[in-house]
């Protein structure tokens, strides 16, 4: 399991706990949505994960919209409170990504962090509006040798630090990858080393509803 690392920039006024299975009010926290494409058409089948944690991210269970492109998640073991110096109600801090074979969301983003009333009494909705995405196909090659590498890799876009589309993924053993359902942008792949830091392996253009191929080639360090 990968965990993610993020730096929030909210303003606590004291710690997070873990969530408790129903909160005051008797009821779980409910967070629900909508995804659709540019006419408004809900759009069935798409992935998705909620991420409890702060500091540290991790998944939690996944759902899929329906025909009408609607989903619904149950927040009772999943997010993080936070408290708002400004406000003594609690907030449950979710994480939210989605995951499909064509299509990506038109803001470009791959992570967002939405707050949900801890104490049950209020439902957040949000509509999210997706566009056909693109892909990257390719092979990362050992530069000595010109073998094919497995490796850790991530692509993003903006800066790794300030991404706006990121994620992570590995190349098979006969260093093929195949990452689908991208958000068009120019991207940076970088590989995902363990003692070695994140060398650069090279950049590339996505554009919605096109495969772009790449050849990649990392050297390690002597």
């Given at each position: 399991m990968r965990f993610t690392f993020l730096a929030l920039a909210f303003t606590l006024a004291?710690?997070?706990?873990?969530?408790?299975?129903?909160?005051a009010s008797g009821r779980a926290p409910m967070l629900g949505g909508r995804i659709v494409d540019e006419t408004g058409r809900g759009l069935a089948?798409?992935?998705v994960m909620p991420h409890g944690g702060l500091a540290t991210r991790w998944p939690c269970a996944p759902t899929r919209t329906d025909e009408d492109g609607r989903f619904e998640l149950s927040l009772a073991e999943c997010g993080a409170h936070v408290w708002h110096s400004d406000d003594t109600t609690a907030h449950l801090l979710v994480g939210l990504t989605f995951s499909d074979t064509t299509y990506a969301c038109v803001d470009g983003q791959s992570w967002w962090d939405v707050e949900v009333p801890a104490d049950g009494r209020a439902r957040f909705e949000r509509e999210f509006v997706f566009v056909p995405g693109g892909a990257i196909e390719g092979r990362v090659v050992d530069g000595k040798t010109g073998e094919p590498l497995a490796l850790g890799m991530r692509l993003y876009t903006g800066t790794a630090g300030a991404a706006g589309f990121f994620r992570w993924f590995e190349s098979e053993s006969d260093g093929r990858f195949h990452e689908i359902g991208l958000a068009a942008g120019d991207y940076t792949l970088d590989g995902n080393l363990i003692?070695?830091?994140?060398?650069?392996l090279g950049r590339c253009k996505v554009e919605a509803g096109v495969t772009t191929k790449v050849e990649l080639v990392f050297s390690a360090r002597d």
């Open positions: 004291s710690s997070c706990t873990t969530p408790t299975p129903v909160e089948g798409i992935t003692d070695g830091g994140y060398p650069l």
